[in-house]
């Protein structure tokens, strides 16, 4: 594991039956490291190097909008009246001005079942943007998904 | 895979009600025109190739990063 051991209950567990676009796996699990950061890990639990960092779009581009076909919601078999939680993939690398964000890309995730996949969104936003175009580094407004999160901090592995 | 030749303006059906329609033809591009219920998504396929992409690019995050997220 990337991080360490860790204690994955079922209820914890996020299930993409077809995996990421390219990236097979259909159990995984969102970890925060720090409890205040917007920044979460979609870690795998088929290949425990495999970790993704992912966010909340709207906290980085207030504007963000997603449009879908319906049957982009019949894949994750989505229910009336069910949340649905959006999480964009970034791509993080050494310095943190010079992140990227897939805006057109973005995992669905239903939160009563804990199943999404990954969608492409019909409105053509880039894959890589510059993940500080609409928000300052010191301008974050902090919150996290109505998913399952496993605290899993520096100090846990 | 089903082979098909078209002319312009000539269109071909998928399903009940998919249709798409070859506007033209401008050197070695063809135009077309699809019709599709709003149901169902329709892409170029390059979009899923630079997803798969940015996807294998962002498991790959250095691991001194592990420190700040």
Known sequence: MRFGDLQVEDQHIIKLP????????????????????PFLWLQS???????????QPEVFFPSYSLQLAEEQLQEIGLQDGHEVE????????????????????PLI???????????VNMSEYPVDANLWQEIGINQIDFSHPELPIILHGQGDQ | MLVISRRP?????????????????????????ISAPRSV?????????????????????????????
């Open chain 1, 18 to 37: 077809s995996g990421l676009i390219g990236i097979p796996g259909d159990q995984w699990v969102l970890i925060t490291r720090e409890p205040e950061s």
């Open chain 1, 45 to 55: 639990l088929d290949n425990g190097d495999l970790a993704l960092p992912v966010v």
């Open chain 1, 86 to 105: 959006v999480l964009c993939i970034v791509k993080a690398v050494e310095e943190l001005p010079d992140f990227k964000i897939n805006l057109r890309g």
């Open chain 1, 109 to 119: 995730i239903d939160s009563s079942t804990r199943t999404g996949a990954q969608v």
């Open chain 2, 9 to 33: 303006e000539e269109q071909i059906r998928i399903g009940s009600n998919v249709t798409v329609r070859v506007l033209g033809i401008v050197g070695n591009s063809v135009r077309l025109g």
């Open chain 2, 41 to 69: 998504a329709v892409h170029r396929e390059e979009v899923f190739q630079s997803i798969q992409t940015e996807n294998q690019a962002a498991s790959e995050a250095p691991r001194n990063i592990d420190g700040i997220l």
